[in-house]
């Protein structure tokens, strides 16, 4: 399953940086890129994309940047899942982007993995802060190693969470696998009770930390 990405960033050779690292990416598409707010708009408005990652500060477009363009990209598209990649560090502007819904917010001082890892995210439901401890909603985080990595799921188990996390629906699932939407929806919450995971998100990152989810397909076993 390919994620469709926009890119939006007003630096051509910062855009060009990132458009590579996501491209090298198994399972990421770029479909377009925008120098500003006016370019990302009519892109918008020409093309249907999973994920956009977009610069915070774009001044001279049709639109403005900051928190006026996440705005109006809220209110023209209020499905749309958004990840602001900026150079500003600053905990009031991360609490206001947050209200506005947007998923996720990534510094580029940040490791460019980190940007991988908020497009798995947000195109999976979730929500992904690194470091942003001042949010009413918590991060992403790191799970401890240790004996989690020991826990040993059933082949069941494993072979539901590697579908999952890759972005396969329960009843898809159910479908590709033969068996009960019921049973499938067990053997999930199985195994996040002996992972000691109680939600989804925690799920997610677990899976990418122990190898379970491999550039956005499922990876091998624990």
């Given amino acids: 399953m390919k994620i469709d990405v926009i890119l939006a960033d007003d630096h051509p050779a910062l855009l060009a940086g990132v458009r590579y690292t996501l491209e090298s990416t198994r399972g990421i598409d770029v479909i377009g890129t925008a120098g500003s707010s006016t370019e990302l708009i009519d892109l918008l408005d020409d093309v249907t994309c999973d ?26 598209w209020p499905d749309l899942k958004i990840v602001v990649l900026t150079m500003i560090d600053n905990p009031g502007i991360v609490r206001e982007v947050a209200k506005l819904g947007v998923q996720s917010y990534i510094r580029k001082s940040d490791s ?28 992403l985080r790191p799970l401890s190693g240790g004996a989690q990595n020991q826990v040993a799921l059933s082949k069941r188990e494993k072979e539901v969470v590697q579908m999952y996390v890759a972005g396969v629906s329960i009843s898809e699932i159910a479908q590709r696998l033969n068996r009960a939407v019921q049973t499938v929806s067990t053997q999930k919450q199985m195994a996040m009770k002996k992972l000691g995971i109680a939600r989804d998100a925690e799920l997610f990152r677990y899976a990418w930390e122990c190898g379970l ?7 091998s076993d624990l």
């Fill in 51 to 76: 994920v956009l990652v977009t610069d915070f500060s774009m001044p001279n477009g049709e639109h403005r940047d900051g928190i006026a363009l996440l705005s109006y990209l809220r209110r023209q």
């Fill in 112 to 139: 460019l993995e980190n940007l991988v890892m908020a497009v798995h995210a947000v195109f999976n439901h979730m929500i992904y802060f690194p470091g942003a401890a001042s949010r009413s909603e918590e991060s």
């Fill in 213 to 219: 989810i491999v550039d956005g397909r499922p990876g």
